[in-house]
């Protein structure tokens, strides 16, 4: 029994063994749900479920799904056209795709937690058998199945951009071969290549094809890694390449993705929620639905992702002590002390014996020490050179990952930021922390600024804890409404790629 069927049973109320194996259609007749299916036409009803009026709504309903980027073919749709199927036969088919197609709809054709193993974000929930019996009662099919699709405008404007690339259809793309990256002032074939691919997508005149990296090519290669997230350096590397290769095709399975992305989140994410996206290297905040603020965000290298998952803050510490982990401490912390012991002292650390005594740092021989017998516990002082910076903002969670200022703020000047070792490094965090207080009496901005100004570490506890989603989107809609295509910095868009283009149970 497969999880995801597990999941369609408990949302509509059902349990049971009696689900199909993956690939076993045999016993169940080929049902995606049929113990969903089976207790839904268990119903005492009037004659056959499916008229062939509501069939004829039902295929039109089917092939609707793919603007959400799901595929038709998925839900029984080549076998419900056939005009030799028995009643019997059709009632189970037909019963099984809506209900199939709801659930997919509703929360998504994949399980989050197997693209994305520490995801906890709710889902939507909604009495599916209850959507379909209102659905045929009121004759509305199509518009059943599409209510129970987000209504986030973040979703809505995906699927705008969706459909508009669809209706494109698919457009010959100047390819740019591999070879070294493409710097200012170079000439040759590859960069005649770049500049058609340029002028193609708007960027540099049409007529402009000099053949060399001059300033007008470099300028438009800066203007398209701006629009994707890339570092704006006017040349032309392995990330720049693939996306100016990235043709409307590519385009379609990036916002396919995407898509089912929004379609794994709860409705209401909350009535004053942050929301960080991690392939986008910002964090906002939102209130009532409305943007607040966005704040640009360091997150964890590819070694040390950033998980993705729904937490809520509680509290937040000005001027802390940094508890340096310890793995961080054994793998980062220790090389450095060895290439220059006089750091300890001079970033402020103090170093502890296991049973929480200050040792000397003066008094250990850091060359003699080595990551598997490092017999120490350190710490960093609040101070200008603290990693954690001015202030962390806490979630606890078993990732041990919170959102915190940092010392090395040139770091934001970079278009890819992923440079951490998990938590996220953020932006003006004094702001941050600013509007996560505002409905907690006591802290307005000239406490916490005489808070930051004494030095000393001090926590202050929300009122009402706030909700924060740290997400995964490599295609989002800014605030004017423009599309942009960002780069899947983590490489986790194949995954769900290839989970929506796998038929459900699991079949080739």
């Given at each position: 029994m497969?999880?995801?069927?597990?999941?369609?049973?408990?949302?509509?109320?059902?349990?049971?063994?009696?689900l199909a194996s993956p690939g076993s259609g045999g016993s169940a007749q080929g049902l995606l749900a049929p113990e969903a299916t089976r207790a839904f036409l268990a119903r005492p009803a009037q004659g056959p479920v499916w008229t062939a009026d509501?069939?004829?709504s039902l295929l039109a309903a089917l092939d609707g799904l793919a603007r959400h980027g799901l595929d038709p073919a998925h839900y029984h749709r080549t076998e419900l056209g056939r005009a030799d199927l028995t009643v019997e036969r059709r009632d189970l088919l037909a019963t099984d795709a809506w209900l199939s197609a709801a659930a997919h709809l509703?929360?998504?054709?994949?399980?989050?937690?197997?693209?994305?193993?520490?995801?906890?974000?709710?889902?939507?929930?909604?009495?599916?058998?209850?959507?379909?019996?209102?659905?045929?009662?009121?004759?509305?099919?199509?518009?059943?199945?599409?209510?129970?699709?987000p209504s986030q405008p973040g979703y809505a404007a995906l699927l705008a951009e969706f459909a508009a690339l669809r209706a494109a259809g698919n457009e010959?793309?100047?390819?740019?071969?591999?070879?070294?990256?493409?710097?200012p002032g170079m000439t040759g074939d590859r960069v005649l290549a770049t500049q058609e691919r340029l002028a193609q997508l708007g960027l540099l005149a049409a007529d402009h094809r000099t053949g060399r990296m001059d300033e007008p090519t470099v300028a438009?290669?800066?203007?398209?890694?701006?629009?994707?997230?890339?570092?704006?350096?006017?040349?032309?590397?392995?990330?720049?390449?693939?996306?100016?290769?990235?043709?409307?095709?590519?385009?379609?399975?990036?916002?396919?993705?995407?898509?089912?992305?929004?379609?794994?989140?709860?409705?209401?994410?909350?009535?004053?929620?942050?929301?960080?996206?991690?392939?986008?290297?910002?964090?906002?905040?939102?209130?009532d639905g409305v943007?607040?603020?966005?704040?640009?965000?360091?997150?964890?290298?590819?070694?040390?992702?950033?998980p993705v998952f729904s937490d809520e803050i509680e509290y937040m510490v000005f001027n802390p002590w940094w508890e340096t982990p310890d793995n961080l401490a054994r793998a980062d912390k220790l090389p450095a002390f060895k290439r220059d012991p006089a750091s300890v002292d001079r970033l402020g650390f103090q170093v502890l014996d296991r049973t929480g005594q200050r040792v000397d740092a003066n008094t250990i021989d850091w060359a003699g020490l080595t990551a598997s017998t490092f017999p120490y516990r350190l710490r960093q002082a609040?101070?200008?050179?603290?990693?954690?910076?001015?202030?962390?903002?806490?979630?606890?969670?078993?990732?041990?990952?919170?959102?915190?200022?940092?010392?090395?703020?040139?770091?934001?000047?970079?278009?890819?930021?992923?440079?951490?070792?998990?938590?996220?490094?953020?932006?003006?965090p004094i702001g941050l922390a600013t509007w996560l207080l505002e409905e907690t009496p006591g802290w307005d901005r000239a406490r916490i600024d005489g808070t930051v100004r004494s030095g000393k570490e001090t926590r202050a506890t929300l009122k009402e804890r706030v909700p924060v989603h740290i997400l995964y989107f490599t295609v989002v809609a800014d605030q004017g409404g423009a599309i942009r295509y960002l780069d899947d910095v983590y490489g986790r868009d194949p995954a769900v790629r290839a989970g929506l283009d796998r038929p459900p149970g699991g079949g080739p």
């Open positions: 497969t999880r995801h069927l597990v999941l369609l049973l408990a949302l509509l109320g059902l349990s049971g063994p009696a509501r069939l004829t509703l929360y998504g054709k994949l399980d989050p937690r197997t693209v994305e193993p520490n995801w906890t974000a709710a889902r939507r929930e909604a009495d599916l058998a209850g959507a379909l019996t209102d659905a045929l009662k009121a004759g509305s099919i199509q518009a059943g199945l599409e209510q129970l699709a010959t793309v100047r390819q740019i071969p591999p070879g070294e990256a493409l710097k438009a290669i800066e203007t398209l890694q701006t629009m994707m997230g890339l570092d704006a350096d006017g040349t032309v590397g392995s990330a720049t390449r693939a996306a100016l290769n990235r043709g409307n095709e590519e385009r379609l399975q990036q916002l396919r993705v995407n898509l089912e992305r929004w379609r794994w989140l709860p409705a209401d994410l909350g009535r004053r929620h942050v929301r960080a996206n991690i392939a986008g290297f910002t964090l906002s905040t939102y209130e943007l607040q603020r966005t704040h640009l965000t360091i997150v964890g290298k590819v070694v040390r992702k950033t609040p101070g200008d050179q603290n990693a954690l910076g001015q202030v962390k903002i806490i979630f606890p969670n078993p990732y041990n990952v919170y959102i915190h200022d940092t010392p090395t703020r040139g770091l934001f000047a970079q278009q890819q930021r992923a440079f951490s070792s998990g938590c996220m490094r953020t932006q003006d």
